[in-house]
């Protein structure tokens, strides 16, 4: 029995969001907030933080913002799973579409917090929980002074970050345009 590179594109996205939940449901259900453990020296620590969900932190527009950022995220991933099936039925590349669905399960990782962890531990309506984040590589220290890397993430991000790179490096020729792509043609005849 074959496998569809569509359904083994679902099975690794059910994987990659399975992992972030479950990292982050432990790390809710057995540290407190702030807390840190050290896993690596101080090169690698646990780290609890709750944000309101955009990078680094930051918060936009108060409750209407909070409210923008969590349907604009559904949105977002509506549209990348539309268009993970047209490049899937397209025949579109492999590493393109797994890319993609890095990302997208990425996504769909922390619209999950966004969406429910509100409800579910008690503190906010749908729409308006925090993203728990966890991986702290405090990279480059100068007197208990973080230089380089300070920022604290999750599984959720590192799969965005990975799935971006992945693309950017190495699937770029199929995102380059009609143009270029004519232009590399002529030349090459």
Do not use: H
Request: proline share 3%; glycine share 10%.
């Amino acid at each position: 029995m074959r496998i569809s590179k569509g359904a083994r594109l679902v099975c690794l996205g059910i994987l990659l969001v399975v992992i972030d939940q479950v990292s982050k449901v432990l790390v809710k259900t057995n540290m407190g907030l702030g807390e840190q453990i050290p896993v690596i020296g101080q090169w690698f620590r646990l780290c609890f933080v709750e944000n309101e969900g955009m990078a680094f932190g930051m918060k936009w527009g108060g409750a209407v913002g909070k409210f923008c950022l969590s349907l604009f995220r559904v949105v977002l991933c509506g549209a990348l799973i539309w268009w993970i099936r047209s490049l899937l039925r397209k025949g579109a590349p492999t590493g393109v579409v797994t890319g993609l669905t890095l990302i997208t399960a990425g996504a769909f990782g922390n619209i999950i917090d966004c969406l429910f962890y509100g409800i579910i531990w008690d503190y906010a309506p749908l729409m308006f929980g925090r993203v728990v984040d966890m991986l702290y590589f405090p990279i480059i220290r100068s007197a208990d002074r973080v230089i380089f890397f300070s920022p604290v993430f999750n599984f959720a991000d590192s799969c965005v970050t990975v799935g971006a790179f992945y693309l950017a490096l190495f699937q770029w020729k199929f995102f380059a345009s009609e143009d270029d792509k004519k232009e590399k043609r002529k030349a090459a005849n």
